[in-house]
T-cell receptor, first 111, second 117 residues
Framework: SQKIEQNSEALNIQEGKTATLTCNYT??????LQWYRQDPGRGPVFLLL?????KEKRKERLKVTFDTTLKQSLFHITASQPADSATYLC??????????FGDGTTLTVKP | DSGVTQTPKHLITATGQRVTLRCSPR?????VYWYQQSLDQGLQFLIH???????AKGNILERFSAQQFPDLHSELNLSSLELGDSALYFC????????????????FGPGTRLTVL
């Protein structure tokens, strides 16, 4: 069955460092992969999308890589700030538009 | 504010009852998605509508149904409610059909918190 795993439920880092979050999947052939940010009690907010034929995408301090051979995406936040503290979700979308979300990684950036 | 509205914000009901959740997508968005988020299940995709037609189905129970109306708002109907249906229900919208080139963003609403007692 399809499975998405995001690294450790919680990640704690110091302000200014780079946070790296991992999303691994099995038994899935996604058309594209998305990363979202979710704050407690609120809806997810879209951050970045990367397609199966793309290796890397950047947006300001955010960078996403996608390795379809390893079946893995890495999400990087450089120069992290306490305001980056949130839960980050990865989602895989197949060609029919069906989305499958990971359980998320909770990032805490300490000042 | 994403531009997606959901009503009601909170809903408390009893087992066996039926409820309707409403979603208004962002102006101009043709796609509407419904998701369920519970503590032990994470965010689960339920169903996707595009311009009034069902386009993809996820882990949606037979007790649940949805539709998208000509004005593009959508309703999610939950019937014969069980305790395990207690969750946050999110609606999201996007401009195009999922998978189409240029479909970059799903905008999520604030959610409806359903509590079944």
């Amino acid at each position: 069955s399809q499975k998405i795993e995001q690294n450790s439920e919680a990640l704690n880092i110091q302000e200014g460092k780079t946070a790296t979050l991992t999303c691994n999947y099995t038994n899935y052939s996604p058309a594209y992969l998305q990363w979202y940010r979710q704050d407690p009690g609120r809806g997810p907010v879209f951050l970045l999308l990367i397609r199966e034929n793309e290796k890397e995408k950047r947006k300001e301090r955010l960078k996403v890589t996608f390795d379809t051979t390893l079946k893995q995406s890495l999400f990087h936040i450089t120069a992290s700030q306490p305001a980056d503290s949130a839960t980050y979700l990865c989602a895989l979308v197949d060609g029919a538009g069906k989305s499958t979300f990971g359980d998320g990684t909770t990032l805490t950036v300490k000042p | 504010d994403s531009g997606v509205t959901q009503t009601p914000k909170h809903l408390i009901t009893a087992t066996g009852q039926r409820v309707t959740l409403r979603c208004s997508p962002r102006s101009g968005d043709l796609s509407v998605y419904w998701y369920q988020q519970s503590l032990d299940q994470g965010l689960q995709f339920l169903i996707h509508y595009y311009n009034g037609e069902e386009r993809a189905k996820g882990n949606i129970l037979e007790r649940f149904s949805a539709q998208q109306f000509p004005d593009l708002h959508s309703e999610l109907n939950l019937s014969s409610l069980e305790l395990g249906d207690s969750a946050l229900y999110f609606c999201a919208s996007s401009v195009k059909l999922a998978g189409e080139v240029g479909t970059d963003t799903q905008y999520f609403g604030p959610g409806t918190r359903l509590t079944v007692l």
